[in-house]
Structure formats: C-alpha cells, structure tokens
C-alpha cells in the first residue's frame, strides 16, 4: 500500500494530540498577546488549553495542506462564562393499528455546542484588538462569494471549526478544531464595567468597553462515522470528550462479578461484549 504526504502529516499530528496540540494549540500570532495582562500573555503562550481557537475553512486564507493550517483563525482566551453540549436523538413514531406502543424509526443524532466567553480588556488598545477579533467573527458568520463578471453567487457557506482543550475537538484529529456551523452569534459587552476612549490618528473618537461577552452556539457537522461498528465503537481515541486512557488504565468494562449480580449471567460471557 502506497503511503503519500497526507498520510506521514496525518500520523505525526493525530491520536491523543502532543505533538499536533503544541503546533495548533497556542495562540500564534494574535497580537492581543502584545497588548494583554503580561501574566495572562505568558499563560496563553505556555498553556495551549488556556486558548480557544476558531477557524474558518471555508472563508479566504485557507492553505492546501488537508485543510490542517489555516491563516484564517482567532484565538481567544479561555475565559469561560458557559458551556453546554446537547446531543439529541431523532426519532419518527409510526402508530399502527393493533399496537399500544408507535413504531420508532430511528432518523439520527444531532450535536450542538453553546458557549459564552467573557473577555477582559487591559486598556484601550487591548480593548480594541478584541474588537476587531470580534469584527472577523461576525464576517465569518457570512457566506463568500465568487464574483463572475458582475454577479456573485455564492461559493461555500461559512463553516468554523472550534478547539478548546479535550472538551471541543475533532475526535479522530484532537489537535483539530470540531467542524460546524454557527447558528446564532451574540455580543454582550458588559456595561457596568465602564469604557475605555481613545483618539484615532485620523481624528476619531473611539469607544471601547473594558469587558466583552460573546456566546454562539455551533451545530456539529460529523465528518466520519460515528456509532458502533459490529459491536465496537468506530473510532480510534475516545469521543466526543479526550480522555486519559492506556492498557494499565482502560475504559471501564463491567466484570464478571458485576454481570453475574446484576443480570444472573455467567463471567463466560464477558467476552461475548453484552455491554461493550
């Protein structure tokens, strides 16, 4: 079997993350890092979880590697006011004559994520580096279009990817962002804080707030198959959530003892993955 570029890329940066979260976990380049409380700049460059990065892949910027760096991201600080994770299963009841209970017809599961961050500012000029983060989200949430002559139509629709941590992650390629759209984006600068003013070089005046609140909420879009597959779960490391496993510390299986007491079978049938 021939191995190519995308495969060799592939097995350096997936799996468990290392390798891949130290190269696309960090910062990088967001210049809050120069203007940001030098204690939070220092443990946003040592500490790639206390980052949460946002990409979009569709919008301009993209390189061609498998779509694994891009130029068209942001980081911000992990400053969490919320965070939930809602799975829904989707199914169809189909009510028959003759019988009490409908018949369910399993339709899939859908996955949507909500969070809130809550960003500080350590003056103005930090306050306005946030802004303009918060600027180039809300143009992501937009679609890009191709210009032909004099009409546009539109080229892709404006997808993200989301990292932060363990906890929002592609589960096949940890280092990478979880692959959605968002479906609702909210900025709630907290006004009890007060503001920062500043001048411009071109003679504006300026009004910044000294706190931002942003939340949105994502609706995941699976890239590979996920359930179980003869009666193994299909995927490699664990999903959704990264968690620490090895062969001195698996997942936990029921024993032997546990079955025989809970369902009056024998340990023989462990192997036969009843609960696996």
Not at 19 to 39: I, V
Not at 173 to 180: E, S
């Amino acid at each position: 079997m021939a191995i190519g570029i995308t495969d060799v890329v592939e097995s350096l940066v997936q799996g468990p993350g290392g390798l891949g979260d130290e190269l696309f976990g960090s910062a990088g380049n967001d210049p809050t890092l120069a203007t940001a409380l030098p204690a939070e700049a220092e443990l946003r460059n040592r500490l790639n979880f206390s980052n949460i990065r946002i990409s979009f892949p569709t919008s301009g910027g993209q390189t061609a590697l498998t779509n694994i760096l891009t130029t068209n991201a942001l980081s911000f600080p992990a400053y969490v006011a919320s965070y939930s994770d809602n799975f829904s299963t989707n199914f169809t009841s189909n009510s028959v004559y003759g019988r009490v209970d409908p018949i369910p017809s399993y339709a899939g599961t859908t996955r949507t994520i909500s969070l809130g961050l809550k960003i500080p500012c350590f003056d103005a000029a930090d306050a306005n580096e946030n802004l303009k983060k918060i600027n180039t989200f809300i143009k992501n949430i937009y679609p890009s279009y191709n210009k032909i002559k004099q009409d546009l139509i539109i080229g892709s629709p404006p997808l993200v990817r989301v990292k932060f941590a363990n906890l929002i992650t592609d589960h096949r390629f940890t280092f990478r962002g979880l692959l959605g759209y968002i479906t609702s984006f909210t900025f709630n600068p907290d006004i009890s804080n007060g503001f920062f003013f500043s001048k411009s070089n071109e003679g504006t005046n300026n009004l910044f707030f000294r706190s931002y609140t942003i939340s949105f909420t994502m609706s995941v879009l699976h890239e590979s198959v996920v359930g179980f597959v003869n009666g193994e779960f299909n995927s490699k490391t664990d999903y959704p959530y990264r968690t620490e496993n090895s062969f001195l510390n698996p997942i936990q299986r029921p024993s032997p003892e546990d079955l025989n007491s809970r369902f009056g079978v024998s340990g023989d049938l462990t192997e036969a993955k009843i609960l696996s």
